[in-house]
C-alpha cells in the first residue's frame, strides 16, 4: 500500500527556515514525480513544489528561490526546504504522488510562520 508520512513542521518565526521530509512507501519510489502541496485555512490545496524522476524541479511563483525540493531515491525521501518565511507560507503542508491517475497524500505536517 501506498504510504507517504511527513514530518518536519513546526513553528517558526518570519524569516527563519524549515526542512519538512516525507517518508514514501508502497511503490517504486524512483520513478515518480513527487510533490510538496500545501493548504492555508479557507484556501484551496496548492502546489508548493515537485521533482522528477531525473531531479528537475518546478516551484510555485510564490516561493521560487526561496523553497528548495530534493530526493534521495536510495532512501525513497523527499524533502522541501524552507528558507526566508513568510506568514503567509502558514498551510498545513502535504507530500504527494501521483500513480497512474490516482493520487495519494500524505497526512500533512503543520508549518506555522508566527512571531
Known amino acids: 500500500q501506498v504510504q507517504l508520512v511527513e514530518s518536519g513542521g513546526g513553528l517558526v518565526q518570519p524569516g527563519g527556515s524549515l526542512r519538512l521530509s516525507c517518508a514514501a512507501s508502497?511503490?517504486?519510489?524512483?520513478?515518480?514525480?513527487m510533490s510538496w502541496y500545501r493548504q492555508a485555512p479557507g484556501k484551496e490545496r496548492e502546489l508548493v513544489a515537485a521533482?522528477?524522476?531525473?531531479?528537475?524541479?518546478n516551484y510555485a511563483d510564490s516561493v521560487k528561490g526561496r523553497f528548495t525540493i530534493s530526493r534521495d531515491n536510495a532512501e525513497n525521501m523527499v524533502y522541501l526546504q524552507m528558507n526566508s518565511l513568510k506568514v503567509e507560507d502558514t498551510a498545513v503542508y502535504y507530500c504527494s504522488v501521483r500513480l497512474m491517475l490516482r493520487t495519494y497524500w500524505g497526512q500533512g505536517t503543520q508549518v506555522t510562520v508566527s512571531s
Open positions: 521533482i522528477s524522476s531525473a531531479g528537475n524541479t
Open positions: 508502497g511503490f517504486t519510489f524512483s520513478r515518480y514525480i
